[in-house]
């Protein structure tokens, strides 16, 4: 690899023809003079994400990747470079997993523990077929990619234009329209075992899943089709505050602790889904 440190990458010059490979998903695209010509790789090659969020990257064009990276450049007979990078995304988990058991800090790979796997290698012909397969399957999930991404795009502008009031417009204080219920701790129902008795009331928890389920008369905080659900309390990954949902379904709800329950007060005058897309 190269040494260059995350500050330099991120203000580095990003039009030029070299790709740099960082951790996770971190790339810069720098002109040729930004690295040594010494650790520029010019041939298709297998880079190895080996620190934090453990994973793999197939590139064919001049890369080059931060010194505590590694990359693999595969000639050989017996094997196809593409399938080789395939199968090696299957063995990811296991490698996060060693790379936790490993580093105390940080998740950190060394050489050997990539140098040292063992690799399937089938006949020429057949790797070859499964990276044809494996390779329509990634170019029709990138379509859908951003098929997903434009539509976002899309709902995201619309639901600012729809949602922008003048002061024309009624206005009211939320406590006006709903009631407001705090979500109750359910942790303590589980069975000794850690089962629940029967599935007849999903929970709503702070990372916004149904994933755990009550037994109906246990449920402390009840919530019904057209309640709206919004998290008060964050997790520690910074994605949960302010979540909201719409309950729709007609099965039965628990609304956990750190979660509120909001019921419109009067659906003649205020439609709970409207409440749900201005939150």
Known sequence: GTAITAARMKTIDGAGPIRIFAGGNTVADVAEDAVPAKDVVKVPSIIVKSRGHIGFSYYT????????LWSYSIDDPKADQKFVYYFLLTQVEMLQFLARATSVKLPQLSV???DNLK???PPLEVQREIVRILDQFTELEAELEAELEARRRQYMYYRSELLSFDLNTQWAQLSDVVDYTNGKAHERLADPDGRVAMVTARFISRNGEANRFLRLEDVLTPASVGDVAIVLSDLPN????????YIDRGDSYAINQRVARLR?????RTNPRFVYHFL
Do not use: Y
Not at 61 to 68: D, I, L, N, S, Y
């Open 112 to 114: 050997k523990d990539t």
């Open 61 to 68: 064009r001049p890369f080059t990747h931060k010194a505590e």
């Open 119 to 121: 690799i399937p290698l």
């Open 238 to 245: 910074g994605r949960a505050l302010a979540r909201t949902f």
């Open 264 to 268: 419109v007060k009067d659906s003649s």
